[in-house]
T-cell receptor, first 111, second 113 residues
Framework: SQELEQSPQSLIVQEGKNLTINCTSS?????LYWYKQKYGEGLIFLMM?????EEKSHEKITAKLDEKKQQSSLHITASQPSHAGIYLC???????????FGKGNQVVVIP | ETGVTQSPTHLIKTRGQQVTLRCSSQ?????VSWYQQALGQGPQFIFQ???????GRGNFPPRFSGLQFPNYSSELNVNALELDDSALYLC????????????FGSGTRLTVV
């Protein structure tokens, strides 16, 4: 079974609107990483969250990690075409040294 | 500081052949991880190298092997290629220990025909 579930799988938003995507882990993690990927390209690091209840913002993107460290959300304010792409969450777990990834959230921004 | 560089960017191989993919880690990073990303899926962990030794492995067969060199660059070797090996192969470098980010390269797109 998938350790990380991302929802919704895909969404289409009108330019200027806000959007939120979610990442849920089946177990407590030590670190949650958000990446953005253009089709067929590498992963661009957005943010890393480690503490329960932590919230970080960069430009128009805000990411939060819940107190139990099992769920994260990524919120984009006033979306722009440059926000289109696939958003991947990756989690590090205690006891191993790999990142587990969800399948991604595909975001399309229409004018 | 330089980022993670992967080569080649694309290649096409025939089933049964062998392939070597290369990765130069970011300056200051001595840990390298390799991931396989099939179309429409998230990256899957292949293995990690630290101080030139394998330091964790995912659910991949032994025909997937790797090396890390003293300068922390790395190679991924795949023998006896199968059609299902067609994917984007991503390399990520990091500092050792928890709490550090992983910097990914742009990937190598491998197509097996």
């Amino acid at each position: 079974s998938q350790e990380l579930e991302q929802s919704p799988q895909s969404l289409i938003v009108q330019e200027g609107k806000n959007l939120t995507i979610n990442c849920t882990s089946s177990k407590t993690l030590y670190g949650l990483y958000w990446y953005k990927q253009k089709y067929g390209e590498g992963l661009i690091f957005l943010m890393m969250l480690q503490k329960g209840g932590e919230e970080k913002s960069h430009e128009k993107i805000t990411a939060k990690l819940d107190e139990k460290k099992q769920q994260s959300s990524l919120h984009i304010t006033a979306s722009q075409p440059s926000h289109a792409g696939i958003y991947l969450c990756g989690a590090g777990y205690y006891g191993n040294n790999r990142l587990a990834f969800g399948k991604g959230n595909q975001v399309v921004v229409i004018p | 500081e330089t980022g993670v560089t992967q080569s080649p960017t694309h290649l096409i191989k025939t089933r049964g052949q062998q392939v070597t993919l290369r990765c130069s880690s970011q300056s200051g990073h001595n840990t390298v991880s390799w991931y396989q990303q099939a179309l429409g899926q998230g990256p899957q962990f292949i293995f990690q190298y630290y101080r030139e030794e394998e330091n964790g492995r995912g659910n991949f067969p032994p025909r997937f092997s790797g090396l890390q060199f003293p300068n922390y660059s790395s190679e991924l070797n795949v023998n006896a290629l199968e059609l299902d090996d067609s994917a984007l192969y991503l390399c990520a470098s990091s500092r050792p220990g928890v709490g550090y980010g992983y910097t990914f390269g742009s990937g190598t797109r491998l197509t097996v025909v």
